[in-house]
Nanobody
Framework: VQLQASGGGLVQTGDSLTLSCTAS?????MGWFRQAPGKEREFVGA????????DYADSVKGRFTISEDNGKNTVYLQMNSLKPEDTAVYYC????????????????WGQGTLVTVSS
């Protein structure tokens, strides 16, 4: 499975941005992680399970929303009320089993898309 992430860019504090990630095949779980300069890659949010459920890092809960279009094998990360600390390269990840917060649970990774939030 190959993942293609897109939608990053330069925005201002308080703006919104939507990232998308399209998988070349069927997946069961899709997650978003981010990595800021000099920091480790961290969990942002994920969607998994049947029925579908979502999980978010505390730092983005209430501001970010994950949704999916199964017909397009695409997952979206709607990011609202962006802050400078949200600046990072955002990676989408996918697996064929139940996966949420742990990086090692994901088999496939996209190339990353840069989000920069200016103050």
């Amino acid at each position: 499975v190959q993942l293609q992430a897109s939608g990053g860019g330069l925005v201002q504090t308080g703006d919104s941005l939507t990232l998308s990630c399209t998988a070349s095949g069927r997946t069961f779980s899709m997650g978003w992680f981010r990595q800021a300069p000099g920091k480790e890659r961290e969990f942002v949010g994920a969607i998994s399970g049947n029925p579908r459920s979502t999980d978010y890092a505390d730092s983005v809960k209430g501001r970010f929303t994950i949704s999916e279009d199964n017909g397009k094998n695409t997952v979206y990360l709607q990011m609202n009320s962006l802050k400078p600390e949200d600046t990072a390269v955002y990676y989408c990840a996918a697996s064929t089993s139940v996966s949420m917060r742990r990086r090692y649970e994901y088999n496939y990774w996209g190339q990353g898309t840069l989000v920069t939030v200016s103050s």
